[in-house]
């Protein structure tokens, strides 16, 4: 089945290790996103990608890295620098223009 | 960014219609304007999406003001699996891929 999948579902890890969160997508789509999500909040930009190769900051995207090498993959990894990285983390693709993007169904990271 | 204003919360009843509304004054001429919902603990899925007429699927209708600076999402007949947080927001046609969502509207239905 074509999709976007992120891995793992949930994701535990100690305070200052980095982490990296899977996102692959079959779709042949041209972009994707990562997005955060705190309880009862809307959705916030972490960083996208409308070309391999190439991604840019969204409005949050201070204390984490992604990579575009591929694709179908754009990992997301939180590192250290991240102050507060406990969250629901979603990740979305699209075709460029003005199509509809789809999202994963997310991995919700917690830091003890 | 072109930006949404939405009510941060609407309740209907069961089997009614259901009008979520969404201001966007700024809107340029090449924006789209898509809405989204949300389950608890999904990721969102795409409802429908138009840019100047009108539209209808099978899961809502898209209601455009003619200025395009306002538009309703109509659910005709809401049911419980209809409670979610919906998204209203602008997708330019061409060049930047910026996709940024608001805060929604949470919608509740009542049995």
């Known amino acids: 089945d074509g999709g976007i999948t992120q891995s793992p579902k949930y994701l535990f890890r100690k305070e200052g290790q980095n982490v990296t969160l899977s996102c692959e997508q079959n779709l042949n789509h041209d972009a994707m996103y990562w997005y955060r999500q705190d309880p009862g909040q809307g959705l916030r930009l972490i960083y996208y990608s409308q070309i391999v190769n190439d991604f840019q900051k969204g409005d949050i995207a201070e204390g984490y890295s992604v990579s575009r090498e591929k694709k179908e993959s754009f990992p997301l990894t939180v590192t250290s620098a991240q102050k507060n990285p406990t969250a629901f983390y979603l990740c979305?693709?699209?075709?460029?223009?003005?199509?509809?993007?789809?999202f994963g169904q997310g991995t919700r990271l917690t830091v003890v | 960014d072109a930006k949404t204003t939405q009510p941060n919360s609407m309740e209907s009843n069961e089997e009614e219609p259901v009008h979520l509304p969404c201001n966007h004054s700024?809107?340029?001429?090449?924006?789209?304007i898509h809405w989204y919902r949300q389950l608890p603990s999904q990721g969102p899925e795409y409802v429908i999406h138009g840019l100047t007429s009108n539209v209808n699927n099978r899961m809502a209708s898209l209601a455009i003001a003619e200025d395009r600076k306002s538009s309703t999402l109509i659910l005709h007949r809401a049911t419980l699996r209809d409670a979610a947080v919906y998204y209203c927001i602008l997708r330019d046609n061409f060049g930047n891929e910026k996709l940024t969502f608001g805060t929604g509207t949470r919608l509740t239905i009542i049995p």
């Open positions: 700024t809107i340029s001429g090449t924006d789209y």
């Open positions: 979305a693709s699209s075709i460029r223009g003005r199509f509809e993007a789809f």
